[in-house]
């Protein structure tokens, strides 16, 4: 007897989709070490007073999980959410040097490493259609 075709299967879950998952973990883990406080991705907009951009990453990262769960390619949506971090961390650094790197912890460094892997390898591994795709390749 087959499953039903509304059930989600692993052959549905790309690459992308799976390090945004990675990716929406680490923004509730540790970020950095704030004045003895272990602070997450969750709290960095209360401090950094970043507003509702402090939540793009997770917003981001859950849209492409769902567009990947639909069936849908989510490259390009995982692409923005993985690059995120690293605005994040660039407008980090230049508001208070390069001292933030001594303090960051597991999510950050977590964070950044799934941005990494979002931007450079997950595109060019099979996509949920099973067709191999490149960097640059326009093709759905």
Sequence with gaps: M?????????SRVSPASVGCI???????????????????GHQLHEIWNAGPYGWAIPALAVIAIAT?????DNTRL????GGVPFVFLAVALYRFGEDL????????????LAGF????????LKSTNGKSREIGDATP
């Design 78 to 81: 995982a692409q923005l959410a």
């Design 22 to 40: 990675v990716l929406v973990v680490a923004f509730f883990l540790p970020w950095i070490k704030f004045l003895g406080v272990n602070v997450g």
């Design 101 to 112: 790197l001594k303090h960051l912890l597991v999510g950050g460094y977590l964070t950044l």
């Design 68 to 72: 990947g769960l639909s069936g849908k």
């Design 2 to 10: 087959n499953p039903p075709n509304d059930s989600v299967s692993a």
């Design 117 to 124: 892997f979002l931007l450079s390898i997950a595109p060019r």
